[in-house]
Structure formats: structure tokens, C-alpha cells
């Protein structure tokens, strides 16, 4: 609820609180366990894209993810970084969770 923008809580807050949605947290990796702070290969760069809108490209690789069968949206936790300023003093580096639908190219 405090995270995102409305339209994002518009979308996916009534789908989670209906259980169209089911949540799973991608936090432990295969040299970490769920010390968010000991993430070891999973990043992510804040990158304007060639439309100017901002977005995150993110590696990461993740295991044992309870519910991620059924799951419909995933929340994955990884270090941002933002080398070019570009979130301009809106957010910051450090550990961040992005929620990512099942079916997002790449997940």
C-alpha cells in the first residue's frame, strides 16, 4: 500500500486481496539464504529506456520459492543500483523487491 504507483496499486492490491493473484517472495539464492543482505549474483541497474521510461534490468537466480508453481506474481529481491542518478532522489540504492507477473519475459 505504500509502494508504487496508483495504478500499480490499483492493479495488483484488489488482485492480491481476492487471491486472483498469488504472491511468492524470490529472496534466497543459490549462495544466500533469506539475509537479504548476503545476496550474492542478484542485481539490478535502473536504466532509461529508448521510450525515456525508467525500468530496472535485473539478474538474479533464485531457489526454493514456496507457492512459485502457482503462483501469478513473484517478488523478487535484489541490490539496485542507480550508477547514472537517474531515480533523481526518488527511491535509492540498496536492497529492492520488484513484483514481476508469471509470464514476464525472463522470469
Same mark, same amino acid.
Given at each position: ?18 487471491? !486472483? $493473484?498469488? &504472491?511468492?517472495? %524470490?529472496?534466497? #539464492? ?17 536504466e532509461k529506456g529508448p521510450d525515456g521510461e525508467l525500468g530496472v ?8 520459492? !514456496? $507457492?512459485? &508453481?502457482?503462483? %501469478?506474481?513473484? #517478488? ?32
Open positions: 500500500m505504500r509502494y508504487g504507483t496508483d495504478e500499480q496499486r490499483g492493479y495488483f492490491l484488489p488482485r492480491l486481496a481476492d487471491g !486472483t $493473484l498469488i &504472491p511468492c517472495f %524470490g529472496l534466497t #539464492g543459490p549462495h544466500s539464504g533469506s539475509d537479504a543482505t548476503s545476496l550474492i549474483g542478484s542485481y539490478g541497474t535502473v534490468r535485473a539478474t538474479f537466480d533464485k531457489r526454493y520459492i !514456496t $507457492l512459485a &508453481p502457482v503462483a %501469478g506474481v513473484v #517478488g523478487v529481491g535484489f541490490d539496485l543500483k542507480d550508477p547514472d542518478g537517474l531515480l533523481g532522489g526518488q527511491g535509492g540504492e540498496g536492497f529492492t523487491v520488484a513484483l514481476l507477473e508469471r509470464g514476464h519475459e525472463g522470469l
